[in-house]
């Protein structure tokens, strides 16, 4: 999967998180968590925030959620 969101997908595989338990943590499919990975759709507010609160609280929203240009 080619991620939008390098730093944010290497946290998560990094803990062993599986990308089902979030999608199901903010409330959407593994799909639509998929498609917002890979930049086709946008995060919400608050999905980002609810990710870094139950997953990554040592981590700033600027490290997980930094666009990286190709």
Avoid: H
Avoid at 11 to 32: C, F, Q, Y
């Amino acid at each position: 999967m080619e991620t939008k969101y390098r730093a944010l997908n290497g946290k998560i595989t990094e803990r062993g998180i599986l990308r089902k338990d979030i999608a199901k943590s903010i409330g959407v499919s593994s799909r639509a968590f998929r498609n917002k990975m890979t930049g086709v759709a946008p995060f919400t507010w608050d999905e980002v925030t609810l990710i870094r609160q139950k997953y990554f609280p040592d981590c700033s929203l600027e490290q997980l959620f930094t666009v990286e240009k190709q």
